[in-house]
């Protein structure tokens, strides 16, 4: 195998690479502790964005809250495979505290 075509593979390969990553957005990641409804709730519940804090290490931080009922805003369209997601909620879930045991 010659050593120009090989090159010229490689840098039209690096282009077409280029041209595929320029158009991608970066992923915004939020962070934050969740506000859970009461453990015997039942029924639909959606999580919302209660409060925005202040940003942490370049991080954005949140709280978030849970709260009755269907999402408002459902996704309207699946995504598409192969898409990448424009953010990322994470979620800090503390555990319903035990009932007390009686003897």
Do not use: C, I
Not at 18 to 47: C, S
Not at 67 to 93: E, I, K, M, W, Y
Request: net charge positive; charged share 30%; no cysteine.
């Amino acid at each position: 195998m010659r050593a120009g075509r090989t090159r010229g593979t490689l840098l039209s390969r690096l282009k077409r690479l280029e041209v595929r990553t320029v158009g991608l957005r970066p992923v915004k990641v939020r962070m934050g502790n969740l506000r859970r409804l009461p453990e015997d709730y039942k029924g639909e519940r959606h999580v919302v964005v209660a409060k925005q804090l202040p940003s942490q290490n370049g991080r954005e931080w949140v709280e978030f809250e849970e709260v009755p009922g269907p999402d408002p805003n459902p996704p309207q369209q699946p995504a598409r495979r192969g898409s990448v997601p424009t953010h990322f909620d994470v979620h800090f879930v503390a555990p319903y505290p035990r009932p007390e045991q009686t003897p």
